[in-house]
C-alpha cells in the first residue's frame, strides 16, 4: 500500500493525492458508546458509515482524566506530561496555553498540501493577545469554542463585537455547538 507512511518526509503518496483525513475527538465517548462497536442501544449511523469506508484507528491512550491534556497529545504526539498543557484545563480567565513551540499534525499536514479546519471545542488557551488560538497551530478555520460549552456564551472571552480570530465569532456559535 505504502500509505501508511504519509506524514514522513522521505516518502511519497500512492499517485500524488492526499487522502481527506477527519479526526473525531469527543470528551467522555468510548469505543464500546458507538452502535458499530456493539453498543446495544446507541444509534449512530452516520458514524457507522464513516467507519466502514475509512480507515479506522481504534487505539489511542489517554493518561489524563481531563480534556486539555488528552487534546495537546491527540495534536501533537506527545504524552500528556510532555505536551506542555498537564495537568491543566484551562479556563476562560487563563493567561496560558499550548506552547507556541509545539508542532502539531495539523501544521504536518499543512506542509503536505492539506487545508485544515477544526470545529468544535478547543480548550487549548486563547492568550491575552489570542496567541494560542488554533491558527497559530496550524489551523486555517477555526468554528468552535475556545473553551467548553459551560463557559457559554463566550461574551468574557473577548471583547464585545469583536471575532477571537479571523473567522472565528463567538456570538455566533451557539452553545451547545451541535
Same mark, same amino acid.
Given at each position: 500500500?505504502?500509505?501508511?507512511?504519509?506524514?514522513?518526509?522521505?516518502?511519497?503518496?500512492?499517485?500524488?493525492?492526499?487522502?481527506?483525513?477527519?479526526?473525531?475527538?469527543?470528551?467522555?465517548?468510548?469505543?464500546?458508546?458507538? @452502535?458499530?462497536?456493539?453498543?446495544?442501544?446507541?444509534?449512530?449511523?452516520?458514524?457507522?458509515?464513516?467507519?466502514?469506508?475509512?480507515?479506522?484507528?481504534?487505539?489511542?491512550?489517554?493518561?489524563?482524566?481531563?480534556?486539555?491534556?488528552?487534546?495537546?497529545?491527540?495534536?501533537?504526539?506527545?504524552?500528556?506530561?510532555?505536551?506542555?498543557?498537564?495537568?491543566? /484545563?484551562?479556563? @476562560?480567565?487563563?493567561?496560558?496555553?499550548?506552547?507556541?513551540?509545539?508542532?502539531?499534525?495539523?501544521?504536518?499536514?499543512?506542509?503536505?498540501?492539506?487545508?485544515?479546519?477544526?470545529?468544535?471545542?478547543?480548550?487549548?488557551?486563547?492568550?491575552?493577545?489570542?496567541?494560542?488560538?488554533?491558527?497559530?497551530?496550524?489551523?486555517?478555520?477555526?468554528?468552535?469554542?475556545?473553551?467548553?460549552?459551560?463557559?457559554?456564551?463566550?461574551?468574557?472571552?473577548?471583547?464585545?463585537?469583536?471575532?477571537?480570530?479571523?473567522?472565528?465569532?463567538?456570538?455566533? /456559535?451557539?452553545?451547545?455547538?451541535?
Amino acid at each position: 500500500e505504502g500509505g501508511e507512511c504519509w506524514l514522513d518526509e522521505t516518502c511519497n503518496l500512492i499517485n500524488d493525492t492526499l487522502p481527506n483525513i477527519i479526526i473525531l475527538l469527543a470528551d467522555d465517548l468510548g469505543y464500546g458508546d458507538l @452502535s458499530f462497536s456493539g453498543h446495544p442501544t446507541s444509534r449512530t449511523p452516520q458514524l457507522d458509515q464513516l467507519a466502514r469506508e475509512s480507515r479506522f484507528f481504534t487505539h489511542f491512550y489517554v493518561t489524563s482524566p481531563v480534556c486539555s491534556p488528552s487534546r495537546a497529545s491527540l495534536l501533537t504526539g506527545r504524552v500528556q506530561v510532555r505536551s506542555g498543557v498537564y495537568p491543566r /484545563v484551562f479556563i @476562560s480567565d487563563s493567561t496560558l496555553g499550548l506552547p507556541r513551540n509545539e508542532t502539531t499534525i495539523a501544521t504536518l499536514l499543512k506542509k503536505k498540501g492539506y487545508r485544515t479546519q477544526i470545529v468544535g471545542k478547543w480548550h487549548l488557551g486563547v492568550g491575552a493577545a489570542r496567541e494560542y488560538l488554533p491558527m497559530h497551530f496550524g489551523f486555517d478555520q477555526y468554528l468552535g469554542l475556545p473553551y467548553s460549552q459551560d463557559m457559554c456564551p463566550c461574551r468574557q472571552c473577548f471583547p464585545q463585537g469583536q471575532p477571537c480570530y479571523d473567522l472565528c465569532w463567538p456570538s455566533k /456559535v451557539s452553545c451547545p455547538l451541535f
